[in-house]
């Protein structure tokens, strides 16, 4: 319950008793441990996914942080945001906030948490007003550890498989099903044919084939998009000065 004590006085000011009101609270007091309750399991989610929350004002002041970000960083009370997050004297190059304040929109950056070991994180700057029509800035910050090295292993196996595809002593190259339009190819093919590779940029299958013998080689195409892998031993090929060569053609499809 709520209680209020109000003292009786007499009219000598003397106090003769006590006039109590009660309310009964039960509800909110549910309703108050609900909240805790949410507010527990909000945080728990957070620091067990590595995201955090915070708010900023229009000054850059920090005036809320969620209780598992603070741990790490402490207390924010009297600390700019990005001198309390990246220990600096100015507001960061770049700033996804800065941008936020200024459109009135959402913006989505990526930053790199120096104090962190340099963690990166993806940060979605959601500007808003409160009820007295100050502007802030929540800012929900996901950790992309895990994504960001996935990009660097991928990025690593491009690199592999490029130096592959262009060392390699057979000739390669990939054409669009449809158009027949070539967008890939490497050095040997270049060399085999007699073209340059700006000149190989602008080529088709139609182009790099005696005429006569499209059809058997369209067909050739054909399977290749039904699956085969093994065609022809006799393809022939025609070089830029119009010679012709055959070659044993192995051919696959890529997503």
Request: glycine content about 8%; charged content about 35%; overall charge neutral.
């Amino acid at each position: 319950i709520n209680t209020v004590k109000i003292p009786v006085k007499d009219k000598a000011g003397k106090t003769i008793g006590v006039f109590g009101l009660f309310w009964d609270i039960t509800d909110r007091k549910r309703a108050e441990e609900d909240i805790r309750a949410l507010n527990r399991q909000i945080e728990y989610i957070l620091g067990a996914t590595k995201t955090g929350l915070d708010i900023i004002d229009s000054e850059y002041n920090v005036v809320y942080i969620d209780p598992e970000w603070k741990k790490v960083y402490g207390d924010p009370a009297g600390k700019k945001c990005y001198e309390y997050f990246m220990g600096r004297k100015s507001v960061c190059e770049g700033c996804g906030l800065a941008r936020a304040l200024k459109t009135k929109r959402i913006v989505v950056s990526e930053e790199v948490l120096a104090k962190e070991g340099n963690r990166p994180i993806q940060v979605t700057s959601i500007p808003f007003q409160d009820e007295r029509g100050n502007w802030l800035v929540a800012e929900v910050n996901t950790d992309i550890s895990e994504r960001k090295k996935h990009e660097e292993e991928l990025q690593s196996s491009e690199r592999k498989f490029r130096t592959i595809f262009e060392n390699a002593r057979d000739g390669i190259l990939v054409a669009e099903p449809d158009t027949k339009k070539i967008y890939m190819f490497n050095r040997a093919i270049s060399q085999m044919l007699g073209y340059s590779a700006e000149e190989m940029a602008g080529l088709s299958i139609m182009d790099i084939h005696p005429e006569k013998d499209l059809p058997h080689v369209l067909l050739q195409f054909e399977r290749i998009k039904k699956g085969e892998t093994r065609l022809a031993n006799d393809l022939p090929v025609k070089r830029k000065d119009g010679s012709v060569f055959y070659v044993e053609a192995h051919g696959s499809t890529i997503d």
